[in-house]
């Protein structure tokens, strides 16, 4: 990964707006809920991400809750994996100051919490996975990928994505 | 991990052959179908693999489909699972050349559709694992394993398995 | 994170006494069950962990078995994810020599046995994650964090973690 490729904070903030989107403010933890561990893990040259829900402009958990395929639809799954993936550009960017640090996205795990009657778990995240290729480039925002669908997700979210991230060193 | 037992493709072919096994092609999406991630990511030396699922040396999805322990047994399960594996293999070779590049296999990520009635996932994998460290030898074929039952897996497949691998720089 | 906040096996064991807590023997498998893959793989300095189960100080699996939610509760569910760490950490020490090698906890995946009718999944593992954290301090013991519902786990257990491990060169 080239070093001229590398998109800085600004630009990724300007490509969202052209988008109408935006980075959210921190996550705001339901009321009674703390968790003892990092949204955003650096550890040497790489940034270990924990598994966020979608979350909302203000940081405060979005619906539709429920399963995919029963009460949450394809479409409104679609645009709560974005959420959560801007969620989880958000944590990036405050664990590791811009993200132009960022050298390359590794993989994206991708959680559709369903009772298996609905099975097109990729095409839940394919907007997320473009838009992340779409706002940092193929070679950086480039992508593994697994997209399965689980028993439950914490408070009934329909979508949560973990992600692993390679950045420069300082 | 020493260079001298790195196994080259042509190694890998010969003892896949010796077992009536085979690379298959490039996996063909069923129609209609886009992923907008990387099938194998490379950032650095890692190779990160994306969620394979069970496919013929023609390319194409195999069956059976459905949950473990209902329509598909384990032998079939455990079938199908060398069968993921080989095209994890085969989008590995294509990412990086030859798979002489392999300096070790770190973890797979497999995953069996199951309604939970059946729970041992781990059987599902065994062979798969097993041929890993016979092909490549345990220095190199050795791996982390995390072996669950899912709610729902992309197409019905009855597995999919996700992998991490480090390569030698180049 | 700083070589002078690294914590060796002595004192980790030492925090977990003043806990009532102690490292298990290694895990003994259940009667006809082999597994082909290692507990703990490491690649250069990375410590690619296994998924765990709750297994108690003698190296046996302990119950309770089943579903958290129905059969399992919460406490005892938050009690085997304690016990699953404690054998993750028996696991890395094996591999590794001394846990004095370990420069950072990156990610913990944390699987709860459900059903989908409870999900307060990140309360299964908060005290786990916790104790990572008191065991060895913020800096090395801090991580990212997946928390989720899956179908089902081996043997019926209600809780599996997966963790990945950045080492100091030897």
């Known amino acids: 990964v080239n070093s001229s490729v590398r998109v800085s904070s600004a630009e990724v903030r300007q490509r969202l707006r052209e988008r109408n989107l935006e980075l959210p403010v921190p996550w705001v933890l339901p009321p009674g809920v703390s968790i003892p561990a990092n949204l955003v893990r650096v550890v040497g040259t790489t ?16 619906g539709t809750f429920g399963k995919v395929g029963a009460e949450v639809t394809l479409e409104t799954a679609q645009r709560l994996a974005v959420a959560a993936l801007l969620g989880a550009l ?37 907007p997320a996975s473009q ?3 779409e706002v940092f480039g193929d070679e950086v925002g480039g992508h593994a990928r697994v997209a399965v669908g689980v028993a439950g997700l914490p408070w009934n979210v329909p979508v949560e994505i973990e992600a692993t991230v390679e950045l420069v060193a300082e």
Chains 1, 2, 3 share one sequence.
């Not at 994206?108 to 097109?120: A, K, P």
Request: proline share 5%; net charge positive.
């Open 90 to 126: 958000a944590s990036v960017e405050r664990a590791v100051g811009d993200l132009g640090r960022v050298k390359g996205w590794c993989r994206l795990h991708c959680m559709v919490n369903t009772t298996g009657g609905f099975s097109d778990y990729p095409a839940v995240f394919n």
């Open 47 to 62: 940034a270990w991400v924990s598994g966020h829900v979608p979350i909302g402009p203000d940081g405060q958990l979005i």
């Open 131 to 133: 838009l992340l290729r």
